[in-house]
């Protein structure tokens, strides 16, 4: 039923209807402990990444100081509170995803975002590696008008570095977050319950100059 994987994203005509009752998870880090539901504590800033799959792609987050908690689902398209295996049939829309929550006075957006250009390759449309299909394409979803700002101008600086060392265009999609839907827990923290799982994130094209 879902195995051939559309070309084209679906259109609200055309993607799978989804459900109305959520994937029911823990809520609770593996690693960490922390809460991966709101309400987050106060004063933090939430934002997304899709790197491709989201296993390897969460894993690049916690670990750094000053994320509060991570969390994978499915974010930037239609339909509502898909499965893992609608999402990866293409008819949802949905990226994979991993929603990031820190703390700005601990570390910056500038800082996440050199992680996430360095630790995946932008230039693959709807590609990482033999990952391929329309999950897996790179996107940033801001929540807050100064992250749109900062998302934009790091693409632009990245890319002119790519340019220049002679690698592709970035073909990242920045758009604003809309509903975040949970994958299923045996997904969440996937690589610390399974440390020899499958992941193909790691430094990719050329180095991300964060400010800070």
């Known amino acids: 039923m879902f195995k051939r994987k559309p070309k084209q994203m679906p259109t609200p005509e055309t993607a799978l209807p989804g459900r109305q009752e959520p994937v029911t998870i823990s809520g609770v880090h593996f690693v960490n402990g922390s809460s991966m539901l709101p309400p987050f504590p106060e004063g933090s800033e939430v934002v ?3 790197m491709g799959c989201f296993w390897g ?7 750094l100081p000053g994320v509060i908690t ?3 689902g499915y974010q930037g398209g239609i339909s509502e509170n898909p499965t893992y295996e609608e999402v990866c049939s293409g008819r949802t829309g949905h990226a994979e995803a ?3 929550v820190y703390d700005p006075r601990q570390t910056s957006l500038d800082v996440l975002l050199k992680h996430f250009w360095e630790q995946h390759d932008p230039t693959t449309l709807n590609r990482q590696g033999n990952d391929a299909g329309t999950q897996y394409r790179s996107a940033i979803y801001w929540t807050s008008e100064e992250q749109r700002e900062m998302a934009l101008s790091s693409k632009e600086a990245y890319e002119g570095g790519l340019l220049e060392s002679g690698f592709g ?3 990242t999609e920045i758009e604003e977050a809309g509903p975040f839907f949970y994958a299923e827990e045996y997904h969440q923290q996937y690589l610390a319950k399974n440390p020899g799982g499958y992941c193909n994130h790691g430094f990719c094209q050329i180095v991300y100059p964060a400010e800070s």
């Open 48 to 50: 997304s990444f899709g």
């Open 57 to 63: 792609a969460e894993r690049v987050f916690w670990q």
């Open 70 to 72: 991570t969390a994978v």
């Open 98 to 100: 991993a929603i990031v």
């Open 169 to 171: 265009r970035v073909t």
